[in-house]
């Protein structure tokens, strides 16, 4: 059973960058697909990005496409969201995600979730 915890969140203007962490306990994290997902005030949780279990494959949403990175290192444990260009639409709770088998940009489908961190991007 995997134990995530998120970090890196915060405030930022307009254009800047952030770059999310996510802390996973067990020792088959290597075997894991990693996503990040987000949810703004009176929204719908949406899949932001994804990773499977080496980092040879990655797949983002539309609206972050180029400006979002996901990464992870196998050997600390840790996934990384590294965003740049933030927008104001951007400003969520991101949530890190992981499952033993591919789940995509289907929320349902992870097993496992993080407390979450909140990004503010301000205008």
């Known amino acids: 059973q995997a134990q995530l915890v998120e970090s890196g969140g915060g405030l930022v203007q307009v254009g800047g960058s952030l770059r999310l962490s996510c802390a996973a306990s067990?020792?088959?994290?290597?075997?894991?697909?990693m996503g990040w997902f987000r949810q703004a005030p009176g929204k719908e949780r949406e899949f932001v990005a994804a990773?499977?279990?080496?980092?040879?494959?990655?797949s983002y949403t539309d609206s972050v496409k180029g400006r979002f990175t996901i990464s992870r290192d196998n050997a600390k444990n840790t996934v990384y969201l590294q965003m740049n260009s933030l927008k104001p639409e951007d400003t969520a709770v991101y949530y890190c995600?992981?499952?033993?088998?591919?789940?995509?940009?289907?929320?349902?489908?992870?097993?496992?979730w993080g407390q979450g961190t909140q990004v503010t991007v301000s205008s």
């Open positions: 995600t992981a499952d033993h088998n591919y789940s995509g940009s289907y929320d349902y489908r992870y097993d496992y």
């Open positions: 067990g020792r088959t994290f290597s075997s894991y697909y």
């Open positions: 990773i499977n279990w080496n980092g040879a494959s990655t």
